[in-house]
């Protein structure tokens, strides 16, 4: 098969699809990868690496797509991106498509088979390609909240460790997942006073266990929620519906609760957010001021630390792109209901139901869909 990796060009991401280990391991199978020259650069890695590897360089994102049959990213694709695909390719990245309905129009308009890292499943009921991002967002939240805080990003200008005589900062995480009990790790581990809030008592009891007396597990309501951003000085929100929009735990209103100055970092920004005045900030840009409140809103906060994070998606990306290469996507998806949890959009139907839902389409059943290709498509 041959595998195209454009380089990324969403603002300020730095991410590849693949590393040259990753390549080196699909082209010793018989694969082609063709990826786009300075594509890994952000990581490190020239050309010359991942010629070394075995891949070829193209010299732009028109002859990756132009060549490729399987096109391996990182984010999802932008306008002029989703405007290349066209019914022969597979996409395999993030996609998010539930608070996006212009991107999953142009996906639907493209023909494309789309697979999306952040629904694929695994066995144990765990999002196995959304776990290493969200390990890396839920410990930048709070590196990312602590610099918010600062007076002069708009901050209360408190330090979140606190100092011998002065009390450390009160981080109150909504959500117990994979970002929560990362962020709270970090914040832990700095000194803050943390708190966790879940609507599921299991996860309160893994993270009491986990984190003894040094963090307060709260279950979660509208009265809990209320009660704790009245002297939270920065909240992470965490909390995820696998393909569907984020719920909106924290209102316009309920800002007015907080102090002048405290920060939200909204790590549930790719799927619309849980905060109702949030809207997708970047790198460049991070931070906004709703209500006196400082708001953080990077839409792909681990492109922030591109070489820890490339390495760790491609850690668990790789097997399932080794699949996609060995068989073909339909025949993979067919053999594998992990990777078919993944397939988004096919041949012009979304199929997956949180994401029809969100947004008002017609759900079609991927295995119904499947049934309908050939194996080799």
């Not at 990213?73 to 932008?78: G, L, N, T």
């Not at 144990?124 to 969200?134: D, F, Q």
């Not at 549930?268 to 957010?273: M, P, S």
Request: glycine share 10%; aromatic share 4%; proline share 5%.
């Amino acid at each position: 098969m041959k595998i195209g990796v454009p380089k990324e060009i969403k603002n300020h991401e730095y991410r590849v699809g693949m590393t040259p280990a990753a390549v080196r391991e699909v082209v010793a199978r018989g694969h082609e990868v063709w990826i786009e020259t300075q594509a890994g650069e952000g990581i490190g890695m020239d050309d010359t690496a991942y010629a070394a590897a075995g891949a070829r360089i193209a010299a732009n994102a028109v002859d990756v797509f132009d060549r490729a049959e399987l096109i391996v990213k990182v984010k999802e694709p932008q306008a002029v991106e989703r405007a290349r695909l066209r019914p022969h390719h597979t996409l395999f990245t993030y996609l998010h498509l539930a608070p996006d309905p212009e991107q999953t129009n142009d996906l639907i308009k493209s023909g494309a088979t789309c697979i999306a890292y952040e629904t694929v499943t695994s066995a144990n009921g765990g999002l196995p390609l959304l776990a290493p991002m969200s390990e890396v967002a839920g410990r930048m939240s709070i590196q990312a909240g602590a610099t918010a805080l600062e007076k002069t990003h708009g901050g209360l200008g408190l330090l979140l460790s606190g100092v011998p005589g002065v009390e450390a900062g009160k981080v109150v995480i909504l959500g117990g997942g994979v970002v929560g009990t990362n962020a709270a790790t970090v914040a832990v581990g700095i000194g803050a006073q943390v708190t966790v809030i879940d609507k599921s008592v299991d996860a309160l009891r893994r993270l009491s266990a986990q984190f003894g007396g040094r963090v307060q597990t709260v279950y979660s309501t509208q009265h809990a929620i209320e009660t704790h951003l009245r002297d939270a000085d920065l909240v992470i929100g965490g909390v995820l519906i696998p393909g569907a929009a984020a719920p909106k735990l924290i209102t316009r209103a309920m800002l007015g609760l907080m102090r002048k100055g405290a920060v939200i970092v909204d790590v549930a920004i790719d799927q619309g957010g849980c905060c109702e005045t949030s809207h997708a900030t970047t790198h460049a840009d991070p931070v906004y001021v709703v209500e006196g409140v400082v708001h953080y809103c990077v839409a792909n906060m681990p492109g922030g630390v591109p070489r820890t994070s490339t390495f760790a998606l491609n850690n668990v990306t790789l097997p399932f792109i080794l699949q996609l290469a060995d068989h073909g996507a339909i025949a993979a998806m067919r053999a594998d209901p992990h990777l078919l949890a993944g397939l988004n959009v096919a041949r012009g139907m979304v199929t997956n139901r949180g994401v029809a839902d969100a947004l008002g389409l017609v759900y079609h059943d991927p295995h119904a869909v499947l049934a309908n290709l050939p194996a080799a498509a």
